[in-house]
């Protein structure tokens, strides 16, 4: 009997679980080594009842700064009644469990609550809010976030969203709510409001506190925040159609002056799905090669020759109705469809490239427009270029690109402006002087030609401090080796002052002709670019007479 006391004494002493025994006055008579070790307060001598400062039953203890879950049960051996205590050491067990809750909950950058969190935070709310309480959803997207990934790194990035949410914690009160739900996307709970206009106030205050600096990494970083703002009950009453209504008054900014505030209306509702219409239309669209090509002439000002083509892309509609790329083109970038469009056009100039020849001859070039977000997809333009040298005249093609793209830090100049010029194509500044441009920066890009954006061709001739900028980017382009071509050239005055005053060659705009399918092309212009057509060398010689 002593030998298998011995032997439980020993294998009690061995478990990694605490023990300790106290008989029915209190008293300690029984702890292994590993409640020792780990909570020695637990061995204190005690009054009947438990151990100290522990109840009876299961209760978990922060000792000696570790988590411990602990058992008090009443134990009858008979003649004499003891109370056993285990204390399991729970510290890795609960971190693991924070962990997998943060994970599940909390945006792992921010700390913020996530979008399950949130949602979850917001239906809870709804259930339980009294019938004339009111709450506000704000809905914030960052403008042009990418552009501060591009041009200072994903780091900075992140630090800048860090920065972001601690900013607008600071100007929330105690019962709000603030979650990152995206990228650079943040959704703001205000709880409660009494009226609308106090709900704009609150956010147009959070909108204005946004554009001041942000220093990361020793830049001065400026950002600013598009803002749409739904009422609960006024605008819905879950959570879904809260957050739909918060985001379509936030595209309501988007689509004018960012960085701005906008209160959901019906209205807005139903610009919604007719942007979801516009949206199945053109997926339908692209399934189906519901896309033409329109052609414009580039015109040599002095001889009326024409020098190259923009290849303009068109939409013919369910009804047969020619669309401009006004009405989907922005769609089809933010979709994500804009690279099967490009690359569909790609393959339309090819198909007709005869006939494209026959009517403005094989010396003639190809000009083509990359959306800058396109541009600095390299996964997508080694495809493209790929097609491009396919074709067997990849030396005929320029590829138009706004400036947003040069500007992208060295993701566009240094990796695929090289596969580009490998494949022999050029590559053209479209609509300069309306982005981000500058002349300094206009001496660090590399390309063939500059296309002067229409804002500083119209009326040239009666704006003289218009005339002063066009002369020096015309100067500087023409001294960096570009070719320069004035956009959207729509009187005579206009020709008349770009052929007196300025040394640039080459124009394009509805003044020679407008954007032409190929069928009318063929009848309202000769063929061969080497014969101009009689209206386009009637319209120079009027400007220069």
């Not at 009947?48 to 049960?73: C, K, M, S």
């Not at 099967?340 to 000009?367: A, N």
Request: proline share 3%; hydrophobic share 45%; aromatic share 6%.
């Amino acid at each position: 009997m002593s030998h298998r006391r011995s032997l439980l004494e020993a294998v009690i002493q061995q478990l990694p679980v605490g023990v300790a025994v106290h008989d029915g006055h209190g008293r300690c008579i029984l702890a292994n080594a590993a409640v020792r070790a780990h909570a020695p307060e637990l061995l204190q001598d005690h009054a009947a009842g438990g151990a100290p400062g522990v109840p009876n039953g299961p209760t978990t203890l922060r000792l000696a700064g570790r988590e411990f879950e602990v058992h008090v049960r009443d134990l009858d051996a008979g003649e004499e009644a003891c109370r056993v205590t285990t204390a399991v050491d729970v510290t890795q067990h609960h971190a693991v469990q924070r962990e997998l809750i943060e994970r599940a909950y909390l945006d792992a950058l921010t700390g913020l609550p996530n979008r399950t969190l949130f949602e979850q935070s917001i239906e809870e709310l709804i259930a339980d809010i009294p019938g004339a309480r009111r709450f506000a959803l704000a809905f914030l997207d960052l403008d042009n976030f990418k552009h501060i990934n591009d041009y200072y790194s994903h780091a900075a990035g992140d630090a800048l969203l860090t920065k972001v949410a601690e900013r607008i914690r600071g100007l929330i009160g105690s019962t709000d709510m603030l979650a990152r739900v995206g990228g650079d996307e943040f959704v703001l709970l205000l709880n409660p409001v009494e009226s609308a206009d106090v709900a704009c106030a609150l956010v147009t205050d959070v909108a204005e506190r946004l554009k001041q600096p942000f220093f990361i990494d020793g830049h001065e970083v400026f950002i600013s925040a598009s803002i749409g703002l739904s009422l609960y009950p006024d605008h819905g009453r879950t959570y879904e159609v809260l957050r739909r209504r918060a985001d379509s008054a936030m595209y309501r900014v988007k689509g004018g002056v960012k960085g701005g505030v906008s209160l959901f209306e019906e209205n807005m509702a139903r610009a919604a799905t007719e942007r979801m219409a516009i949206e199945q239309r053109l997926r339908l669209a692209i399934r189906d090669r519901c896309f033409c090509c329109a052609f414009q002439p580039k015109v040599d000002l002095r001889t009326g020759v024409i020098h190259g083509v923009e290849v303009l892309l068109r939409w013919r509609d369910e009804e047969g109705v020619i669309q401009a790329p006004g009405a989907f083109i922005g769609l089809a970038i933010e979709l994500g469809l804009i690279n099967e469009i490009t690359l569909h056009v790609l393959t339309e100039v090819v198909r007709t490239l005869p006939e494209f020849d026959d009517i403005f001859g094989r010396e003639v070039t190809i000009s083509l427009n990359i959306a800058a977000k396109q541009a600095c997809d390299v996964t997508f333009m080694d495809a493209f270029c790929t097609a491009l040298a396919a074709t067997g005249c990849a030396e005929r093609f320029i590829l138009e690109l706004t400036e947003e793209a040069f500007f992208t830090k060295g993701c566009f100049q240094r990796e695929v402006l090289p596969r580009i010029r490998a494949v022999g194509a050029r590559v053209s500044i479209d609509d300069f002087g309306v982005g981000y441009s500058s002349l300094a920066a206009l001496a660090e890009i590399t390309a063939d030609e500059l296309k002067i954006d229409r804002s500083f061709i119209t009326d040239i001739h009666r704006r003289p401090r218009s005339q002063i900028v066009l002369r020096a980017i015309e100067s500087l382009g023409s001294a960096l080796g570009m070719s320069i071509i004035a956009e959207g050239v729509e009187t005579y005055e206009e020709v008349a002052y770009l052929q007196a005053a300025t040394q640039i060659r080459y124009a394009q705009g509805y003044y020679f002709a407008k954007p032409l399918l190929l069928e009318q092309a063929r009848d309202e212009l000769p063929r061969h670019s080497s014969q101009p057509s009689d209206a386009i060398t009637h319209s120079v010689a009027r400007a220069a007479g």
